[in-house]
């Protein structure tokens, strides 16, 4: 399958797997695992939620991950700080990137929106260097639109909103 198709049918699947979730947590840990399960060369794939100015690991499929990031540290610490994505083509090039998992080698962090505020980061990463470009980020966005939908859905239960 191409990379177009995998995606639009990863966002097909997703959109309909999330329809019938009524809880945040069963949302995030779902969505990482439908991810994971349908991208190729993906060896991470998880949700930091923000509280205050710390990220908090939330639901996640790969190896342990730590478990606290501050705002402004790190790939995903930035990626709040700017308020929007960051491909990063090669993890050792990006100064201050916190290494979870030894192998991996290039990452995607993509902010999830609900209500105008940064609620989670989408965190994807691969063993590949270079393994993600800006189709693959178009995509990604669309996945934390679908992911946005349902958590806004749900708002009566989310955690800091
Ligand atoms: N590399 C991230 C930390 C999270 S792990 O990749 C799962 C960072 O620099 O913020």
Redesign the pocket.
């Known amino acids: 399958m191409g990379k177009k198709r995998a995606y639009l049918s990863l966002i097909e699947n997703l959109d309909n797997l999330l329809e019938c979730d009524h809880f945040e947590m069963s949302i995030l840990a779902n969505s990482s695992a439908l991810i994971k399960e349908m991208l190729k060369d993906v060896n991470?794939v998880?949700f930091y939620l923000l509280y205050d100015d710390e990220l908090l690991l939330g639901p996640f499929q790969g190896k342990v991950?730590?478990t606290s990031?501050r705002v402004g540290y790190?790939?995903?610490?930035t990626c709040v700080e700017r308020r929007e994505p960051i491909i990063v083509p090669d993890?050792n090039k990006f100064p201050g990137?916190?290494?979870?998992?030894e192998s991996?080698r290039s990452?995607v962090v993509i902010p999830i929106f609900v209500k105008g505020k940064i609620y989670a980061v989408l965190?994807l990463?691969s063993k590949k260097l270079n393994r993600f470009s800006s189709v693959d980020l178009r995509f990604l966005e669309q996945v934390a639109m679908v992911i946005s939908k349902h958590l806004t859905r749900e708002a009566h239960q989310l955690k800091n909103i």
């Open positions: 991470w998880g991950a730590c990031i790190g790939v995903v610490g993890v990137h916190i290494p979870c998992d991996s990452e965190d990463d």
